[in-house]
């Protein structure tokens, strides 16, 4: 009698190893670091890409090329701002600077969450400067390379 290995599905406490990458490289890569633990259906992960973990059985390694925007959505213009020097003194470390490629973490309103903005363009002013952010994914708008291995599937 053989038994047949776990496999993943809509709502599985996953341990794998994993790589999101775009035109310009790796996003996030575990491969070479600690395995990572997620529950499916959670949000820790974009629905497209879960999509492609369902149904794989444990011990599974595979590579998925995901669409342009298909796995973080279109890159949304409106969500690359502009953000006043005195209001990020205000958020954060007052001494704190920023360069170009900086990705930088914001508390939601309610305080029980954060999200990151990659800094875009500084200027300098006499009114205190501004920082230029992009509030998008990374991978938002890009075709997405996904690399999974899936080390247990409960």
């Given at each position: 009698?053989?038994?047949?290995?776990?496999?993943i599905t809509e709502s599985?406490?996953?341990?794998?190893?994993?790589?999101?990458?775009?035109?310009?490289?790796?996003?996030?890569?575990?491969?070479?670091?600690?395995?990572?633990?997620?529950?499916?259906?959670?949000?820790?992960?974009?629905?497209?890409?879960?999509?492609?973990?369902?149904?794989?059985?444990?011990?599974?390694?595979?590579?998925?090329?995901?669409?342009e925007g298909a796995a973080?959505?279109?890159?949304?213009?409106?969500m690359v701002q502009w953000?006043?020097?005195?209001?990020?003194?205000?958020?954060?470390?007052?001494?704190?600077?920023?360069?170009?490629?900086?990705?930088?973490?914001?508390?939601?309103?309610?305080?029980?969450?954060?999200?990151?903005?990659?800094?875009?363009?500084?200027?300098?002013?006499?009114?205190?400067?501004?920082?230029?952010?992009?509030?998008?994914?990374?991978?938002?708008?890009?075709?997405?390379?996904?690399?999974?291995?899936?080390?247990?599937?409960?």
């Open positions: 009698m053989t038994t047949s290995l776990p496999r599985s406490f996953l341990t794998l190893h994993y790589r999101l990458s775009g035109p310009a490289g790796d996003i996030i890569n575990t491969f070479n670091d600690k395995p990572a633990t997620l529950s499916l259906g959670t949000g820790e992960l974009s629905p497209d890409v879960e999509r492609c973990l369902l149904g794989l059985e444990e011990g599974a390694h595979q590579t998925f090329a995901l669409a973080f959505g279109p890159r949304n213009p409106e953000v006043a020097a005195k209001l990020l003194r205000q958020l954060g470390d007052p001494q704190q600077t920023y360069s170009v490629g900086d990705v930088v973490q914001f508390p939601t309103p309610d305080g029980q969450s954060s999200y990151a903005g990659a800094v875009q363009e500084i200027k300098t002013g006499a009114e205190g400067g501004a920082v230029l952010f992009d509030f998008n994914h990374p991978l938002a708008g890009h075709p997405v390379t996904f690399e999974v291995k899936v080390i247990g599937v409960l």
